[in-house]
């Protein structure tokens, strides 16, 4: 079965630094694009970083510079490295996976891990 | 960067109805465009890729269109599991873009 299960979220105080995780199942991470969205409570959802299959890495301009996408081909694991938190990056954290021949069009997501930064 | 307005920001409808949700972009876009619906506590679903083609499993009352900065999402008729927030989705250059929504709500 294709899934993708996320970790790493909690409550962090401004400044801090967080870990994020996306284990994947049924399919290789390295060999597909790979995004971050998250979404602040009530409201919509806000595209943060991708990966693309060749190692390529894009970033929102919210987030550039604070935050590191990455991928662990051993561990089939997608990573949000989250350093210099603000309390304006409190979200639920979801990986997903883009589908080069749908137009990225991202298909397979994960439950989503909650990011709260408060002091 | 590219904006991405959708309208209408909400609407009511009953079962049964036609919902038609518009999308556009700030500036051409060709086709790289994706619809997602997204329930409360929900992670959000691919319904339609390339602006007009449709995931595979997702019920062919979904259907999209547009191409360059105006895009639509049709819902031929409404059923009770389709109301849930919908948004658009640009993938033509990063950093990528949503709508800001569309909540689809039981008139």
């Known amino acids: 079965e294709v899934q993708l299960v996320e970790s790493g979220g909690g409550l962090i105080q401004p400044g801090g630094s967080l870990r994020l995780s996306c284990a994947a199942s049924?399919?290789?991470?390295?060999?597909?694009?790979m995004s971050w969205v998250r979404q602040a409570p009530g409201e919509g959802l806000e595209w943060v970083s991708v990966?693309?299959?060749?190692?390529?890495?894009y970033y929102a301009d919210s987030v550039k510079g604070r935050f590191t996408i990455s991928r662990d081909h051993s561990k089939n694991t997608l990573y949000l490295q989250m350093n210099s938190l603000r309390a304006e990056d409190t979200a639920v954290y979801y990986c997903a996976r883009g589908v080069s021949a749908s137009y990225y069009g991202m298909d397979v997501w994960g439950q989503g891990t909650t990011v709260t930064v408060s002091s | 960067d590219i904006q991405m307005t959708q309208s209408p920001s909400s609407l009511s409808a009953s079962v049964g109805d036609r919902v038609t949700i518009t999308c556009r972009a700030s500036?051409?876009?060709?086709?790289?465009l994706n619809w997602y619906q997204q329930k409360p506590g929900k992670a959000p679903k691919l319904l339609i890729y390339a602006a007009s083609s449709l995931q595979s499993g997702v019920p062919s009352r979904f259907s999209g269109s547009g191409s360059g900065t105006d895009f639509t999402l049709t819902i031929s008729s409404l059923q009770p599991e389709d109301f849930a927030t919908y948004y658009c989705q640009e993938t033509n250059s990063t950093p990528w873009a949503f709508g800001q929504g569309t909540k689809v709500e039981i008139k």
């Open positions: 990966i693309y299959s060749g190692g390529t890495t």
């Open positions: 500036q051409s876009i060709s086709t790289y």
């Open positions: 049924g399919f290789i991470v390295s060999s597909n694009c």
